[in-house]
């Protein structure tokens, strides 16, 4: 069974930046998908970032392009959201993901609503304006 373990969450001013780590066990972590997504309260879940973890291949939502980077240390089992320039709109609980669907939900959110079973237990981001 797939074990995630977010960290890095936290509280900045509009414009700084967070990096957030998901640590994983349990599975084949580099020949898998791996990524994040976040859900705001009163708001629906979005698909924020996923990446192929042979490949590298990442996918972003619009939402976040050119302001967050998602990587992977295949060694460590270990994926990253580097979140730069962020907005008080990016203020969410982002919960980190084992699952290739996760590529389908960011590039069409209207077509699949996944329950995400392999998820973590989220981490917080809160961004002041």
């Known amino acids: 069974q797939v074990q995630l373990s977010e960290s890095g969450g936290g509280s900045v001013q509009a414009g700084g930046s967070l990096r957030l780590s998901c640590a994983a066990s349990g599975h084949t972590f580099d020949h898998s998908c791996m990524g994040w997504f976040r859900q705001a309260p009163g708001k629906e879940r979005e698909g924020v970032a996923s990446?192929?973890?042979?490949?590298?291949?990442?996918y972003y939502a619009e939402s976040v392009q050119d302001r967050f980077t998602i990587s992977r240390d295949n060694a460590k089992k270990t994926v990253y959201l580097q979140m730069n320039s962020l907005k008080p709109e990016d203020t969410a609980m982002y919960y980190c993901?084992?699952?290739?669907?996760?590529?389908?939900?960011?590039?069409?959110?209207?077509?699949?609503?996944?329950?995400?079973?392999?998820r973590g237990q989220g981490t917080q981001v809160t961004v002041l304006s």
């Open positions: 993901v084992a699952d290739c669907l996760l590529v389908t939900f960011i590039q069409a959110p209207d077509r699949i609503k996944p329950d995400f079973d392999n």
């Open positions: 990446i192929y973890t042979h490949s590298g291949t990442a």
